[in-house]
């Protein structure tokens, strides 16, 4: 790679590596579930070709509804508590926090966003815990959590004196009293200032007022549609739930259906958002044409069933894209090409006007016949895919460089970290971390225990020469090619096993591997040709006596050619067993 690639690499990584957009992404990340129960649900309540309501189906169908109208208020009406709580834990994850520690962080986020609420007042509406509300709930737990870890920081708020010898979790409550204090006193100074400037209950109806100001001055129907697609995105490439955000927009400018017109609802349901916002049908079929053989093919797979009915959370936060310093150009880029398109199409009469609303959740092609009443509208569709799917191409190209490179970035630190950990003659401890590389040796654990499983481990024989340069023996030396980050540092293979109590299971691969290899070598090296493996202090803890004692018997070999080692890093522990 040359400098000139090699900088604008770092930059995109020291982006992509940014706390708030990492805290943001992961705590969004976390919610997928949520998302995708929610969607689903709702997307099947809005299917164009069932009348939940018609008489026929008052028995069966009826009930259905009822029961996916459950899973939706279930979900999606406490979507803003969700994010603050997905947020607050994603904020704590990257500042290393302990579990009593980050529980007050969520209490803290909670009470400041309740007094967002407007609750005992005319103002309070039960929609502000839905997915309305999520700009407010974003921006409420980001500074919430600031501003409760500074306040955290001054000594004299905090009791340090009088909490010492305390419970340590009755300390850590009674230290937050004050910061608490202070983080809901500011968010309530919030409310009344809105109130008193621009006589609005909060931050999300301040918001809400001012788009529709905006959209209802717009006269060109063109310009307002272009708009409306480029914020939308625009605001989802930011982590906000784009779509709900200017739903006040569309409540009152663009419901219905006009000659007139050619943009609404149903025209950007059908032309721009296939597969979810964005258009991500494109990058679904990218990676499913393209990139069967990676890890982000098999998160399209996952995703197959919600972009049939155009819900993408699983690949917008999966892979993912929003936050994404490199896809979230496509993914804004993408929608307003189409929407251009497909615009020019329906004014020079290439394509009908819409004749009829379609609801969002109508599978691809089934909304653009329906809507129009015309098959021209299907073709529109495949065309507008097949040239979003070139505007992302390169996109994704680079973006799986990227990836590759900071994945490989990341795994580089851990070993760094353990390498640094040997010196110091400490044991690290990574699958308790709740940090980044926590995650990543956590990532990797079940990833090490796939491999054990599946013999994807192996082991490289170093010969020992003597000095009359004759083969006396060999060095087994355990190996990892993992599929993604290639070899592994041996010694992280241990102390994860070590660590996660896979250990005996590893050990005893690696001696069932060693001792037949003592049997096969036995055919060409004759006399006293050994093969050493090494094992921790910890194996003495399990019967490897017996379990090497039975592989020595099943091979038939002479025990003098199997010789055991101590890894020079472990200390062994004062027991019984290894006594």
Request: charged letters at 15%; one cysteine or more.
């Amino acid at each position: 790679m040359n400098t000139k690639n090699q900088k604008l690499y770092d930059l995109i990584y020291k982006i992509d590596s940014n706390f708030c957009l990492t805290v943001i992404r992961r705590s969004l990340t976390m919610m997928i579930p949520l998302l995708i129960v929610g969607g689903v649900s709702c997307a099947l309540t809005n299917l164009p070709f069932i009348d939940y309501k018609a008489e026929v189906f008052n028995g069966f169908l009826g009930i259905l509804c009822s029961v996916l109208k459950s899973i939706y208020n279930g979900t999606f009406c406490v979507f803003c508590l969700v994010l603050l709580i997905c947020v607050t834990l994603s904020y704590c994850i990257e500042k290393n926090k302990t579990i009593d520690k980050t529980a007050i962080y969520i209490i803290v986020v909670l009470a400041a966003f309740g007094t967002q609420l407007n609750i005992g007042t005319p103002e309070f509406s039960f929609s502000q815990f839905g997915v309305q509300g999520c700009f407010s709930a974003l921006f409420t737990a980001f500074i919430s959590c600031y501003l409760y870890e500074k306040f955290r920081e001054i000594e004299i708020l905090t009791f340090k004196k009088n909490v010492m010898g305390m419970d340590s979790i009755c300390a850590n409550a009674l230290s937050s009293i004050f910061p608490m204090v202070f983080v809901v006193l500011f968010s309530v100074m919030i409310n009344l200032i809105l109130y008193f400037l621009f006589k609005v209950s909060s931050v999300h109806a301040l918001f809400s007022k001012f788009l529709c100001y905006i959209f209802k001055n717009i006269q060109n129907d063109f310009l307002k549609g272009f708009l409306y697609t480029f914020l939308l995105h625009f605001f989802w490439a930011l982590g906000f739930h784009g779509s709900h955000l200017l739903e006040p927009v569309v409540d009152s400018v663009f419901t219905n259906i006009s000659s007139d017109l050619i943009f609404s609802k149903s025209f950007f349901d059908t032309y721009i958002v296939m597969g979810g916002c964005g258009t991500t049908i494109c990058v679904f079929l990218i990676y499913l044409i393209f990139y069967r053989k990676t890890r982000f093919a098999n998160i399209s797979k996952i995703a197959f069933i919600p972009v049939i009915f155009n819900i993408n959370e699983v690949l917008t936060f999966g892979i993912p894209i929003i936050l994404n310093p490199i896809l979230v150009i496509p993914f804004i880029l993408t929608p307003v090409a189409l929407y251009v398109i497909a615009y020019i199409s329906t004014a020079l009469n290439i394509v009908p006007h819409f004749i009829t609303a379609v609801p969002w959740s109508t599978p691809i092609f089934f909304n653009g016949y329906l809507g129009t009443g015309s098959l021209k509208a299907v073709l529109l569709q495949i065309f507008l895919i097949c040239i979003g799917m070139l505007i992302y191409f390169p996109f994704i190209k680079i973006n799986k460089k990227v990836q590759d490179e900071h994945s490989h970035t990341r795994l580089n630190n851990l070993v760094e970290i353990l390498k640094q950990n040997e010196l110091d003659n400490e044991s690290p401890q990574f699958l308790t971390r709740t940090d980044n590389y926590g995650i990543m040796a956590r990532l990797l654990f079940e990833d090490l225990k796939n491999a054990i499983k599946n013999n994807e481990l192996y082991m490289l024989y170093q010969p020992q020469i003597s000095y009359e340069g004759k083969c006396i023996g060999a060095e087994a030396l355990l190996r990892w090619n993992h599929s993604f980050y290639g070899n592994i540092y041996p010694p992280l293979i241990i102390y994860l096993a070590k660590e996660g109590g896979i250990l005996p299971e590893l050990e005893a691969k690696i001696i069932d591997s060693v001792t037949k290899a003592c049997r096969d070598t036995a055919r060409e090296y004759k006399g006293d040709f050994k093969i050493s493996f090494n094992i921790t202090g910890k194996s003495l803890c399990w019967d490897i006596e017996s379990f090497i004692e039975e592989k020595v018997k099943k091979y038939s070999i002479p025990e003098e050619r199997l010789w055991i080692e101590i890894t020079e890093q472990d200390v062994i522990s004062k027991n019984d067993v290894s006594v």
